[in-house]
């Protein structure tokens, strides 16, 4: 079970529950890992629909180190994410916005 207060969202991988959580840690390695811009422009692709699979990918990854998985890119692009990309995507939005805002304002 996962703790929307605590920022966590949950994605299962090959069927198995895994909690994922943006810390600052996991937060500045997805910065070291973007390709261009920052964390603001990233939240501002996911904000206009304008977000690529690979922001997708390293949003889920940097919210499953957070949550304590061990595993990292090549790991997870070898899984199957129950729901595929849209539920991935989905998962990866909700991380950011957890992340972003104010406990009360968490759902």
């Known amino acids: ?11 299962h991988l090959d069927g198995a529950p895994h909690v994922c959580k943006l810390t600052l840690g996991s937060l500045a390695e997805l910065e070291d890992g973007l390709e261009e811009g920052s964390l603001v422009d990233l939240v501002q692709r996911f904000e206009c629909g304008k977000f690529r699979a690979r922001d997708v990918l ?50």
């Open 58 to 107: 390293a949003l889920v990854l940097a919210g499953l180190r957070g949550g304590g998985w061990s595993g990292n890119a090549e790991d997870l692009r070898t899984v199957e994410i129950s729901g595929g990309p849209a539920e991935a995507a989905r998962a990866a939005a909700q991380m950011l916005a957890r992340a972003f805002s104010q406990p009360e304002s968490r759902i």
């Open 1 to 11: 079970m996962t703790n929307p207060w605590a920022g966590e969202v949950v994605v």
